[in-house]
């Protein structure tokens, strides 16, 4: 594996040099406070670097390094390249990707992206109607931070990443969310709306947490 880029970050906020492997960026990050001078910055990066080897080694392996990405929960091998027609396509061999492979990962993306916007919306209708649930509006977005979200006004937010996850691990998810319009916290009466209607119930939802507590670091890092 390649070492890491390093970004440089100065925050007025920072008391100290904060020092950060980011999975999803595969970078190492640190952060400056005002006033500390990149030269500082660089000799606590060179003192840290029994952490980083450590980080770096404990990274997980991109869908391109792996030679495969996993779709629905399932481990699909990335073909080797044999013709540049510029196109991204699943066989039962596996994904062709017919692009340098420099430029597989973009594409890897595009194609992952593609499939959650052709399966989510038809999924998400169905449990919405399922639930007796109304969202204003389903949008699919790449965010590092959580799978899903609701807001006051309807609007429902689903990582397009879940798409690698089995199938009931992304309907958890938007149980999760659409739970959320009846009740806007994680109060008891939450937690037995998801339980009626989560793949599995209540162990199937404790399922569903475990496995993106366990695996959504690969999710991040895949692509």
């Not at 390093?6 to 400056?32: E, G, H, M, N």
């Not at 919405?128 to 949008?139: D, E, F, I, N, V």
Request: charged letters at 20%.
């Amino acid at each position: 594996m390649l070492s890491p880029p390093v970004l440089w970050r100065v925050s007025s906020r920072a008391q100290r040099i904060i020092l950060r492997l980011d999975i999803r960026k595969r970078a190492i990050i640190v952060t400056l406070p005002a006033g500390v001078t990149r030269q500082q910055g660089m000799r606590f990066l060179q003192s840290q670097s029994q952490w980083l080897t450590q980080a770096i080694s404990e990274l997980p392996l991109s869908a391109v390094e792996q030679g495969h990405i996993w779709l629905e929960g399932q481990s699909i091998s990335i073909l080797p390249t044999t013709t540049l027609d510029g196109r991204t396509r699943l066989t039962e061999n596996g994904l062709h990707i017919g692009h340098p492979p420099e430029e597989h990962s973009r594409y890897l993306s595009i194609f992952l992206k593609r499939r959650a916007e052709r399966i989510f919306p038809s999924l998400f209708q169905q449990e919405s109607l399922r639930m007796s649930a109304s969202p204003a509006k389903l949008t699919l977005r790449d965010v590092k931070s959580r799978w899903g979200s609701c807001t006051k006004q309807g609007r429902i937010m689903l990582s397009w990443r879940l798409i690698m996850a089995p199938p009931d691990i992304y309907t958890y998810v938007m149980v999760h969310e659409l739970a959320h319009l009846s009740h806007f916290n994680h109060g008891p009466d939450f937690w037995a709306l998801v339980d009626q209607y989560a793949p599995g119930g209540q162990l199937g939802r404790k399922k569903a947490e475990k496995w993106l507590s366990q695996n959504g670091a690969h999710l991040l890092a895949m692509i």
